[in-house]
């Protein structure tokens, strides 16, 4: 399985999201530490997935920008298969 940490930032306030992949096109498993309610969307809405491998950058930076933080992306390691259909 493969895991995948996000930490976002900004002043005050941090958390991170372990997430684990099994195949790459969605998590099996995800885990929030830290202020999580620091990092609502516009809409007063919690982030609360990113999808797939593939996308997930350009998906953490969109989100990361709406909620004004920065983040980091973090591969610590093991494998995921490619979703077949």
């Not at 930490?7 to 997430?19: H, I, R, S, V, Y």
């Not at 620091?38 to 998906?59: K, N």
């Not at 709406?66 to 983040?71: E, P, R």
């Amino acid at each position: 399985m493969k895991t995948i940490r996000i930490t976002f930032a900004k002043e005050g306030a941090q958390a991170a999201w372990l997430m684990k992949y099994s195949v790459t096109h969605w998590p099996a498993h995800t885990e929030w530490s830290g202020t999580r309610q620091a990092f609502t969307m516009p809409d007063g809405f919690l982030i609360d997935h990113f999808g797939g491998l593939d996308h997930l950058e350009r998906v953490v930076a969109h989100y990361a920008s709406l909620c004004g933080a920065t983040f980091t992306i973090e591969d610590l390691g093991g494998e995921a298969r490619l979703w077949e259909e």
